[in-house]
């Protein structure tokens, strides 16, 4: 499918094309369900892009051209390059690294088993030339550190010769490829591989004839934060300081620091203190959430850190409410500095489905933080967080299947969830719909002005 942007004349026309899975599929290949995609992210400059699957891999794809621009070019080269052009030039996506985050769990105590698929990837700031992100399957988040190393490929080498090393002793140069070299599950390299080029003698590189020098990436897993979930993880989102995130589930928000993996605050909690007070319905939606909502209880859907200021957060409810939360006022945020809702302009208007599909299933932070972007199953909603009364703008997305609410209640697809999110300059936004082409002509070019 093809579709011309709104502004034509800086740029060519988008050629969209649906994928659940990257990488050439050959004709008549089955699709396995662990290479489905499950979770995605861009990091800030959106050079990186972290890709988790169903079966708990996260791979790392990179702009082609940030790595042209890291490479030494002359400065000729530098000043006969056409910014101009280049600006409006469509990013290309290279594979650059791939290692397996989580692993198929059972948990004994309450006879579960969790799955090993990838809920949230989210981008952690650089430190020393390192890349950090965060994975997290239902029940745990990893901390994964990425570091670009080079090396060594070998071309040939002279098993003919031999020489003495200062001590005396017979040396023979050997051969060394670093190609199909073996890993370990969770991405870690064997030692014997890595340290095998690193002790390269003298004498040995001198015989060894270098082809290149290869770039690589390594992930090594430094903290896993567990046990602190009873329900499925939802959210998880990265602070602004650089030291805190939150994981989120249905009934609770937790505060950790990235460097303590076996401790994190309570922050948020309805919990009722007797859970039989919860329904069985209820029960039955925290443990299958394509199930029902109870109208009288409320669940989180989403939750998420303001982009500057490191005190404040916002979570979203299945009532359809957005709280907007001041960390500093308690220990415990249980109270909201700001409900976001919108007032019921119709009194008596209300029907069967209406709380069902009221439910915000995803929020995003637009831009600044001065604007929230919520989706619920209908609509997509623009919201002034100054203006807690209603959004400012309303984007219908699904407002042609309003008909049919009986028919995908029956069928529980009144249920399903849509993510949104929203480009780097706070201009553009994405989100999910049943028919691509509908939903395509619904938001292409729509601009996000207050």
Sequence with gaps: ??????????????????????????????????????AIEFDKSGRHLAVGDRGGRVIIFESKEAEETNEQRSRIELEAVDFSSKAHRRPIYQYKAEFQSHEPEFDYLKSLEIEEKINRVRWCMTHG????????NDKTVKLWKLKEHKVKQVKETDHSSAVHSENGLLAEASYISMQGKPTVPNGHDMEW??????????????????????????????KVYAHAHDFNINSVSN???????????????????????????NIIDIKPSNMEDLTAVTMHVLLCPNFILALCSEVITSAEFHPSHCNLLAYSSSRGFIHLIDMRQSALCDKSATILQETEHQPGS????????????????????????????????????????????????????RPKLCELYNNDSIFDKFECCVNGSGSHFATGSYRFHHALQTLLGTHLTT
Excluded: Y
């Design 1 to 38: 499918m093809s579709s011309s942007s709104p502004d034509s004349s800086l740029s060519a026309p988008l050629h969209w094309k649906f994928s659940q899975v990257f990488g050439e599929k050959a004709p008549g290949e089955d699709v396995q369900n662990s290479d489905l995609i499950s």
């Design 129 to 136: 030339g390192s890349m950090f992100l965060l994975s997290a």
């Design 193 to 222: 591989t890595t340290n095998a080029v690193k002790n390269i003698s003298p004498v040995q590189e001198a015989q060894a004839k270098i082809s290149s020098l290869e770039d690589s990436v390594r992930a090594s897993c430094r």
């Design 239 to 265: 602070n602004s300081d650089g030291e805190t995130f939150i994981s989120a589930d249905d009934l609770r928000i937790n505060l950790w620091n990235l460097d303590v993996k076996d401790q994190c605050f």
């Design 350 to 401: 209300k029907s069967f489905f209406t709380e069902i599909i009221a439910s915000i299933s995803d929020i995003k932070f637009v831009n600044d933080g001065q604007c929230i972007l919520s989706r619920d199953f209908m609509n997509l909603k623009l919201w002034d967080i100054r203006k807690d009364s209603m959004p400012v703008k309303v984007f219908k997305v699904h407002e042609h299947l």
